[in-house]
Structure formats: structure tokens, C-alpha cells
T-cell receptor
Framework: AQSVAQPEDQVNVAEGNPLTVKCTYS??????LFWYVQYPNRGLQFLLK??????LVKGSYGFEAEFNKSQTSFHLKKPSALVSDSALYFC???????????FGGGTRLMVKP | GAGVSQSPSNKVTEKGKDVELRCDPI?????LYWYRQSLGQGLEFLIY????????KSGLPSDRFSAERTGGSVSTLTIQRTQQEDSAVYLC?????????????FGPGTRLTVT
């Protein structure tokens, strides 16, 4: 069985500071990892994914994520946070029957001016 | 192009009534997924369709839940005899194919409230 953990329910950062949202995973075989963002009363929007290749992947809105196989982590990062980045972030792994997404519990990012 | 659409956006129903939730996937996407987002359970997989094949129903929480996909496109999720614990946001997603490396695109969801 595959699983994803997001250890922080909420992350608070000041605008302009770097941000990190943590994610660890457990899968058998190669991981296919995704980050999604959810704004209030909206569906999930795809940010970025790791399939293979470079451990640092770049995505939408200036976000990037670092894949670390030895630590089974896939942390989301951004060099300079914006107030508009405040949202709910989900890490997910795709696999299993039908290759559905298995999500972490989500992390609420609050960026303060 | 058009994204995944869902209707209704909000549904309030009385306990015991049946409800139908609709999903229109992105044109050409063969894989369609239903998920449920609730405060207590987070985001959980419900059911998966690939083209015209039989669906994978392994995530459905009870036999009151069913879904169909007509013509390999539009899908309907039906909940019979709704219970208060069914209150959640129901999200539909589609993917070009079922390949693990492909992202899924989500609709805005249907917020179901059972009173």
C-alpha cells in the first residue's frame, strides 16, 4: 500500500521569506509524486510532479520541489513567498489499482504581509 | 480549452433522499476518477473509470454509492438513502490516460450537505 504524510497542519511565513511545505511518502517501486494547491471553494490545481530525472523539479507560480529518495521526501519550496500563495497544499503519490492519487492530509500555508 | 466541470456546485438534501452528482471530464481524457474530501477523512479515492472498461469500485464506502460513465465521457455518482456522514465535497478528476506519470485535472467539486 502507498501512503503520504504531511507532518505540518499549518505553515506560517512572512511575505518575501522562503517557504517549505514538507511531504514524505511510502511506496513500493518508483514513486510518482505530485503537488496540488487548493484555494477556497475551488478544486485542486496541479503544481508540479516528479517522475524521474533531476531531483529538483520546477512547477507553476514559482514553486519547486526536491525529491530525496534516501529520505523518501518530496518537499515543496518557494524562494520568496507571496500573500497570494496562502492556500491548502496537498502532496500525493499516484499508483495502485487504476493509478489513483493517494493524498497526504494537506498543509495550510499562511503568508502574512 | 474547457476543464473538468461538475454539477451542481452545491447540493443540500434531506437524510434518506437519493442524490446524483455529475462530472464532465476534459474532452479526450480516457481516465476518470471520483474523490471525496471531508474534514474527518481528508481526500479519499472513491471510484475509477478507464474508457469503457468496468470501473474500479474499491474505494466506495458502502453499497449506497454507485457510479456510471456513459459513452466513455460524462460520469454520474449516485448516493442512495443519504446519511449525514455523506456530507463532503465530491471531486471529479480526469487524466489523458491512466499512466502514473500523468497528472489528473480536477473539477471545482460538488459540496453535498445532508440535513
Amino acid at each position: 500500500a502507498q501512503s503520504v504524510a504531511q507532518p505540518e497542519d499549518q505553515v506560517n511565513v512572512a511575505e518575501g521569506n522562503p517557504l517549505t511545505v514538507k511531504c514524505t511518502y511510502s511506496v513500493s517501486g518508483n514513486p510518482y509524486l505530485f503537488w496540488y494547491v487548493q484555494y477556497p471553494n475551488r478544486g485542486l490545481q496541479f503544481l508540479l510532479k516528479y517522475i524521474t530525472g533531476d531531483n529538483l523539479v520546477k512547477g507553476s507560480y514559482g514553486f519547486e520541489a526536491e525529491f530525496n529518495k534516501s529520505q523518501t521526501s518530496f518537499h515543496l519550496k518557494k524562494p520568496s513567498a507571496l500573500v497570494s500563495d496562502s492556500a491548502l497544499y496537498f502532496c500525493a503519490v499516484r499508483g495502485g489499482a487504476g493509478n489513483m492519487l493517494t493524498f497526504g492530509g494537506g498543509t495550510r500555508l499562511m503568508v502574512k504581509p | 480549452g474547457a476543464g473538468v466541470s461538475q454539477s451542481p456546485s452545491n447540493k443540500v438534501t434531506e437524510k434518506g433522499k437519493d442524490v446524483e452528482l455529475r462530472c464532465d471530464p476534459i474532452s479526450g481524457h480516457t481516465a476518470l476518477y471520483w474523490y471525496r474530501q471531508s474534514l474527518g477523512q481528508g481526500l479519499e479515492f472513491l471510484i475509477y473509470f478507464q474508457g469503457n472498461s468496468a470501473p474500479d469500485k474499491s474505494g466506495l464506502p458502502s453499497d449506497r454509492f454507485s457510479a456510471e460513465r456513459t459513452g466513455g465521457s460524462v460520469s454520474t455518482l449516485t448516493i442512495q438513502r443519504t446519511q449525514q456522514e455523506d456530507s463532503a465535497v465530491y471531486l471529479c478528476a480526469s487524466s489523458l490516460q491512466r499512466d502514473r506519470g500523468l497528472e489528473q485535472y480536477f473539477g471545482p467539486g460538488t459540496r453535498l450537505t445532508v440535513t
